[in-house]
């Protein structure tokens, strides 16, 4: 399994709040996703990154925001979470070198906005 | 329109049996395409990627199929065990892009009965 990191697994917190998942990574790569997933459905790519200071908007819309200042650290952020929030919330890597750009999960991180 | 078509929607068999799932892509241009297996509540794990001039690459009790002429391809689980209970998500990656875009398909719910 790769080294992709994602923090909390779970969080359940109440509507308005303000939230940032975590994800962190530890094989050096350069690229990095965040995708969306909800139950039944394909994952969603809302952000993705090149390098430190880089950030792009995917193809599905999303209120949140990221922010790369270290290679590892790809944190995303809501700043005001809603009901539609609700979802899977899956990081990703890949370098720019190997085999097929491949990109590596993390375990993602279940949100439930009440 | 890139798209990512996966059948059956879900599957049930019994442990020991074998089983195949299908996928049509409409991607282009083609790269390479993977096919990953999603356990309930984590992220994806890759199983096998092939490009335009593979036809079969098997993984283990897992042997993928690519007809990239007919832009269709099969992954064949042998020999199912209770473990294979999982969604198994056909991901198809095009050249047109650095970032190494993804498509992804909704999955194949496959359960494995003992």
């Known amino acids: 399994e790769a080294d992709i990191y994602q923090t909390p697994r779970y969080l359940v917190i109440g509507t308005g709040k303000k939230i940032t998942l975590e994800c962190s990574q530890t094989m050096g790569h350069d690229k990095m996703y965040w995708y969306q997933q909800d139950p039944g459905m394909e994952l969603h790519l809302i952000h993705y990154s090149y390098g430190v200071n880089s950030t792009e908007k995917g193809d599905l819309s999303s209120e949140s925001t990221v922010s790369r200042i270290r290679t590892e650290h790809f944190p995303l952020t809501l700043e005001s979470a809603r009901p539609s929030h609700t979802s899977q919330y899956l990081c990703?890597?890949?370098?720019?070198?190997?085999?097929?750009?491949?990109?590596?999960f993390g375990p993602g991180t279940r949100l439930t906005v009440l | 329109k890139n798209q990512v078509e996966q059948s059956p929607q879900s599957l049930i068999i019994l442990e020991g049996k074998n089983c195949t799932l299908q996928?049509?892509?409409?991607?282009?241009?083609?790269?390479?395409l993977r096919w990953y297996k999603q356990d309930t509540g984590r992220g994806p794990v890759s199983l096998t990627i092939?490009?335009?001039?593979?036809n079969t690459k098997s993984n283990g009790r897992y042997t993928a199929t690519l007809d990239a002429d007919t832009k269709q391809s099969s992954l064949h689980i042998t020999a199912s065990q209770l473990s294979d209970s999982a969604s198994y998500i056909c991901v198809v990656s095009d050249r047109g892009s650095t970032l190494g875009r993804l498509y992804f398909g909704r999955g194949t719910q496959l359960t494995v009965w003992p």
């Open positions: 996928c049509n892509y409409t991607v282009s241009p083609f790269s390479n």
């Open positions: 990703a890597s890949a370098g720019t070198s190997g085999s097929y750009n491949e990109q590596f």
């Open positions: 092939m490009t335009f001039s593979e």
